[in-house]
């Protein structure tokens, strides 16, 4: 259980700094939350927490909330945070295994995904992904239909062998890409049900390359 006591004798340390040699008392820990002086000793007595001005007061003097409330260590709290990649989940977005799908926008959240996993499945290369959902039955046995790949838009270079999500002026697609001796485009479905497509190289744009996937999230 959080303790109003306790916390003031924190942000007493944290006042000290900027008045050396000169005892901070509670009233001016009150002073510095902006509320009342008679309102500030009510409110120690009872126990209740003024979250409010306490997270201003820490977003103004930069202090981490954690170790104010939790004596957390800033280290200890980005060694946790390294444990987990951030990823951008577009969850209404579908790359299409079979007919265009719609392209990108800026609907997204941010999904943690632990590194051990995420290692596993992408090695250690590039980490700032995206992750979006496959549409259609082309891309099976490799791509289920609704499983979610992680995309690794810094690798678009299509001579390499892989998968790639490519915008194309019929949707999104994605395919094995190869780009034909002539100059045009192939999109290579692993179902050997679907024939390839042939398309121009300037109806075509590589979003980025395939580095992972799993059933759902």
Known sequence: ?????????????????STI??????????????????TF?????????P????????????????????DQAVDMLKAETEKFFQVRYFA?????????????????ETISIDEKIMHNMVGLGNTELEAIHVDGESMEPTLQDGSIVFVDREQTNINKDGIFIASTTTGLFIKRIRQRA????????????????????????????????????
């Open 92 to 108: 209404d977005i579908r790359a299409s295994a079979g007919g265009g799908a719609y392209g990108f926008d800026e609907d997204f």
């Open 1 to 17: 259980m959080l303790v109003l006591s306790e916390i003031i004798e924190k942000l007493k340390d944290v006042l000290s700094e």
């Open 41 to 49: 000793a009510t409110m120690k007595k009872r126990n209740s927490i």
């Open 182 to 217: 002539d100059g045009m485009v192939e999109l290579i479905s692993d179902n050997k049900m679907y024939s390839p497509e042939v398309i121009s190289p300037d109806e075509v744009s590589i979003v980025g390359k395939v580095v992972g996937n799993i059933e759902s999230l």
């Open 51 to 70: 979250y409010e001005e306490i997270l201003e007061f820490c977003a103004i003097k930069k202090i981490s909330v954690n170790w104010l409330f939790f």
């Open 21 to 38: 040699g000169k005892k901070v008392f509670d009233k001016d820990v009150a002073n510095a939350l902006n509320i009342p002086q008679a």
